[in-house]
């Protein structure tokens, strides 16, 4: 079955760049996803990219897909404390009925 | 900004007691879903419903498990008899219509319901 992975934690300093990575197993993925999550709130899409793309950018946010190598990324430049929280990394293809899968979440830490 | 809201926001119960989790979707909404989250593992994928009837469920999603929509705004998820292990944050979402081809529409997320089976 599909599966997404991505590393639990990153700790950046404020004001430089983070990149938090994620890989999935599915070729046949039609929309990828970045999650974030906030202590007692649910899950907020911050951006998605479909799958025919290599590159989305939405602001501060930059989407990679390396759809070779089944890599997603997520930069998020000039970091900020309030960017601190977990990020989820997720997929969805479109003969699953909307099912999002989800990798186990990156907790990005942001130091003053 | 319309919002996807869940009740109660922690649910406490006994093994073998039954729970209904209640979500109220976006209004303009006519997909919906609910997912889990067992602490310190990944968000998981439970059902999907549309038109009054589940169009996508996983393999979690057993007999144990039911959807309903009662009313015009409600959306509920039950668990018959629970088990401990169904302790876990249940999030509910919602889409406008169902993301196909080039055409996307986001899932909303409520808070969660974080669910304790002692």
């Known amino acids: 079955g599909e599966d997404v992975e991505q590393s639990l934690f990153l700790s950046v300093r404020e004001g430089d760049s983070s990149v938090i990575n994620c890989t999935y197993t599915?070729?046949?993925?039609?929309?990828l996803y970045w999650y974030k999550q906030e202590p007692g709130a649910g899950l907020q899409l911050l951006t998605y990219?479909?799958?025919?793309?290599d590159m989305k950018q939405d602001q501060r946010l930059t989407v990679l897909l390396n759809k070779k190598d089944k890599h997603l990324s997520l930069r998020i430049a000039d970091t900020q404390t309030g960017d601190s929280a977990i990020y989820f990394c997720a997929e969805s293809m479109d003969n699953a009925g909307n099912m999002l899968t989800f990798g186990g979440g990156t907790r990005l830490m942001v130091k003053p | 900004e319309p919002e996807v809201t869940q009740t109660p926001s922690h649910q406490v119960t006994q093994m073998g007691q039954e729970v209904i989790l209640r979500c109220v979707p976006i209004s303009n909404h006519l997909y919906f879903y609910w997912y889990r989250q067992i602490l310190g593992q990944k968000v998981e994928f439970l059902v999907s419903?549309?038109?009054?009837?589940?169009?996508?469920k996983s393999e979690i999603f057993d007999d144990q498990f039911s959807v309903e929509r009662p009313d015009g705004s409600n959306f509920t998820l039950k668990i018959r008899s629970t088990k401990l292990e169904d302790s876990a944050m249940y999030f509910c979402?919602?889409?406008?219509?169902?993301?196909?081809?080039?055409?996307?529409?986001?899932?909303?997320f409520g808070p969660g319901t974080r669910l304790t089976v002692t």
């Open positions: 979402a919602s889409s406008e219509f169902a993301t196909s081809g080039l055409t996307f529409y986001e899932q909303y």
């Open positions: 990219i479909f799958s025919n793309m």
């Open positions: 419903f549309y038109n009054n009837e589940i169009s996508e």
């Open positions: 599915d070729s046949s993925s039609t929309y």
